[in-house]
């Protein structure tokens, strides 16, 4: 069930798969950051953490600028603090954003997993 469709991303609740999806389109900027974040809120507020799959579906993201990865940084040790079950990144089809992430995701030392595909879809 989409709980979120906005331009720049959707948010999803699979209560079958026990997942809460999130889908990125492009690059998010500033301005869409604090509605995204107010939205999430909302969104991980509707479930138990502790019994569901965090999914960040990447596939359409785009490379961000050099100046963007420290808060790309951020975002994801946000992600890992929530207390889910587990957390699935889905890598961008952009062959330099998945790079991106991956190196983001070795400095922070993610307990998640980075994965081709989504594997249920909005």
């Given amino acids: 069930m989409i709980v979120v469709d906005k331009r720049k991303y959707k948010m999803a609740i699979n209560e079958v798969a026990k997942e809460v999806q999130v889908q990125v389109h492009g690059l998010m900027r ?9 939205d999430l809120q909302d969104t991980i507020n509707k479930v138990s953490r502790q019994d569901y799959t965090f999914v960040i579906d990447g596939t359409h993201q785009t490379p961000v600028p050099s100046k963007v990865v420290p808060q790309l940084e951020q975002t994801m ?14 890598k961008p089809a952009s062959k330099i954003a998945q790079v991106q992430i991956r190196n983001v995701l070795e400095r922070i030392e993610f307990t998640g997993t980075f994965i081709d595909k989504v594997r249920h879809s909005m």
Avoid: M, N, P
């Fill in 30 to 38: 500033a301005e869409d950051a604090e509605g995204y974040l107010v």
């Fill in 77 to 90: 040790q946000f992600y890992s603090s929530l207390g889910f079950k587990d957390i699935l990144v889905v």
